[in-house]
Structures are given as C-alpha cells and as structure tokens.
C-alpha cells in the first residue's frame, strides 16, 4: 500500500500501541482523540478492507479551525470515526 507522505508522517508521530497482538510492534499505532488501536493496514485510501472499524486517516492535534497548520509536528493519526464525531461536535 502507498500512503502519502503525510500520513507516513502522522503515523511516526503517533504514540505506540502496547497490546498483547503479535505484531503489535510494527502495525499499531494509538488514535489521538481515543487512544484505541489503529491498524497500518486500516489506512482509508484502502480497498475492501476487513478492518473497517479501524479505518484511519490524518488530523490535526491543532484544529485548523483554532488556528492549527498542516505543518509536520500538527498532523497525527485518528480513527475515521473519531474524527467524524468531533468534526459534529
Ligand atoms: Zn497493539
Ligand atoms: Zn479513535
């Protein structure tokens, strides 16, 4: 799969995940806004995929709204439905 270059970097940005699944190392990450488990290969952009409820995509630890920029150190990674549920509220 090919992420784009923000994406890679939200996902470095991120803080590891630390469950008990085997390659939890290499494919966790924790959403910001829940801190659940986010899946590499749950990324949006993907297809078909069965993981859906781990689906995640970039967000901004500043809302661009209150003046946060899409600079490298503002971007990290959300579940799908998180970021909805706050884009409501
Ligand atoms: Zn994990
Ligand atoms: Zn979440």
Same mark, same amino acid.
Do not use: M, P
């Given at each position: 799969m090919n992420l784009d270059d923000k994406a890679i970097i939200a996902w @470095? @940005?991120?803080? @590891?995940? @630390?469950?008990?699944?085997?390659?939890?190392?290499?494919?966790? &990450?924790?959403?910001?806004?829940?801190?659940?488990?986010?899946?590499?290969?749950?990324?949006?952009s993907? &297809?078909?995929?069965?993981?859906? &409820?781990? &689906?995640?995509?970039i967000d901004h630890i500043i809302p661009k709204s209150q003046g946060g920029t899409n600079s490298n150190d503002n971007i990290i990674v959300v579940h799908v439905k998180c970021n909805r549920r706050k884009a409501d509220s």
């Open positions: @470095n @940005n991120a803080e @590891n995940c @630390n469950c008990d699944i085997q390659d939890c190392a290499e494919n966790h &990450k924790i959403c910001y806004l829940c801190g659940d488990t986010i899946i590499y290969g749950a990324h949006e993907v &297809k078909n995929q069965r993981n859906s &409820k781990f &689906k995640w995509n």
